[in-house]
């Protein structure tokens, strides 16, 4: 079957008379801008003074205020090494519609931004038609994470696209690809005044210090908002938390080929992977070929998906995902109008039953077979997430990654639960599937602790233990 959606081809493969397949989602071609503009450069050593050369370069203050000379279609280099994060930075980018300026981080260089251990540290992005790519963000204090109240605790906050107070500024076209952000208070806020914006290809993992902090917190109001390909895990409360009261508004959300796992894990226990819904009906939410999970050896409860709560959504897509929760909730459905077709879930589903949905698969008992999902990254040329249910439990799998390399180019793979750590497959690229290891077992510990919570509700940091055999999640890197 083939659904032309939104520029991808969408190809699912299952195996006649079994119930494995293999999923891809091929784009048509990348939307990396062409290196037509100015090429500047900045560091942690950069200045004020400097000429935005590679040997004047900038300090990342003097980048977020936008030089005279930075003009829409430029890119602005991050060289490798810590920039400090001291009170609040506000970027105030500004470029041009199909000529975004491109924050970006040197390649084959590591660029982390630290926003250290006071909840004043945190980034502000503000602006239009700006791209941040590719670059770190964490918090390395290793004290308490607990707070007196939601954002207290002595910790950095992450990135707050916009913000959530009245009378900000509109902030159109505003993207972050493929960013880390890790360890910090919150992840990333992705507020309304921030329109026709994305979340791409980021890995958004053990941030929080309560249940109130996210791995991304968002609300729409203007155009279509997307969260495509990221990988969202082992947040202290929801992965995905589209919410608000009834003041706020949560319309036209686009939530596409994101993988998601165990979040809450790190604080009480599971919570919600994706969450559409609040005090205000949630308009025209879609959430499309994604794959959640949550480890039933850990925790009771977690809901994989969670589309139109409180005062429910109107016409909700929910198509082509997998959405296990062993011992929670697949999905919680509630929406005026729907469209719910190819999904499989395996847990219970409420709002969203056979005899309504049919065109569905519905799992009570553990499933068997091999489903991945492979997502090329729109932005880079060799890239891509990889999703897998291993239902059969085999100590290797393979994923068809055509649509990603060429023959004879080499590659290496990364566990996004370790994705800092070493490589976990690497090779050259021969046309034929390539093999993934699925008995790993080291994951990127917390930092911080030894509690986590609030000053009158706290328990010790739990670190996150790596997900069995039946689930994994990997990035395919293309290699020079």
Not at 287 to 314: Q, R
Not at 354 to 381: C, H, I, S, W
């Amino acid at each position: 079957m083939r659904f032309d959606i939104l520029g991808f081809i969408l190809v699912i493969a299952a195996a006649a008379g079994c119930q494995s397949g293999s999923i891809h989602a091929s784009p048509a071609g990348t939307l990396e801008p062409k290196a037509t503009g100015s090429q500047w450069h900045a560091s942690p050593a950069g200045t004020a003074d400097g000429d935005g050369s590679a040997a004047k370069p900038w300090d990342l203050k003097t980048v977020f205020a936008q030089p005279a000379a930075v003009k829409g279609g430029d890119t602005i280099w991050l060289h490798g090494g810590t920039y400090k994060i001291q009170g609040l930075m506000t970027s105030k980018l500004t470029g041009a519609e199909g000529k975004p300026i491109v924050l970006r981080q040197a390649m084959g260089e590591r660029a982390t931004f630290d926003t250290g251990d006071t909840s004043a540290n945190r980034i502000r992005i503000q602006g239009a038609y700006a791209w941040y790519w590719g670059f770190e963000v964490m918090s390395s204090a290793t004290g308490t994470r607990v707070a007196h109240f939601t954002s207290e605790a002595p910790r950095g906050v992450g990135i707050d696209v916009s913000a959530s107070e009245p009378n900000t500024p509109d902030a159109k076209g505003l993207k972050l690809i493929n960013i880390a952000i890790h360890d910090t208070q919150g992840g990333i806020g992705f507020w309304s005044h921030a329109y026709e914006g994305e979340i791409y290809g980021c890995l958004v993992y053990n941030n929080g210090c309560n249940n109130h902090q996210h791995g991304i917190y968002t609300q729409n109001n203007q155009g279509i908002k997307r969260l495509v390909d990221n990988l969202i895990f082992e947040n202290s409360g929801w992965g995905i938390h589209a919410y608000g009261s009834n003041k706020a508004y949560l319309n036209n959300f686009h939530i596409e080929g994101n993988i998601l796992w165990n979040n809450g894990a790190i604080f009480k226990g599971y919570n919600r992977n994706i969450h559409v819904g609040g005090g205000r009906v949630a308009e025209n939410p879609v959430v499309l070929n994604n794959f959640t999970y949550f480890d039933p050896a850990l925790y009771n409860g977690g809901i994989s998906a969670e589309v139109g709560y409180g005062e429910g959504a109107k016409n909700a897509t929910v198509k082509d995902n997998w959405l296990s929760a062993a011992k929670g909730t697949a999905l919680m459905l509630k929406s005026q109008g729907a469209t719910i077709s190819g999904n499989s879930f395996y847990g219970p589903v409420t709002g969203g039953d056979p005899a309504t949905y049919p065109q569905n698969k519905f799992y009570t008992d553990r499933p068997a077979g091999l489903y991945v999902l492979v997502r090329p990254n729109l932005y880079e040329k060799g890239r891509a997430n990889i999703g897998v249910f291993n239902w059969d439990n085999k100590p290797t799998v393979t994923a068809d990654v055509s649509a990603v390399l060429k023959k004879g180019e080499a590659f290496i793979i990364k566990d996004a639960q370790n994705f800092y750590g070493p490589v976990v497959a690497q090779g050259v690229y021969k046309g034929r599937p390539i093999e993934l290891p699925m008995d790993l077992k080291a994951t990127a510990s917390i930092i911080g602790g030894p509690m986590i919570g609030y000053d009158n509700d706290q328990l010790p940091v739990k670190q996150p233990v790596h997900t069995p055999r039946e689930f994994g999640a990997f990035v395919l890197l293309k290699q020079p």
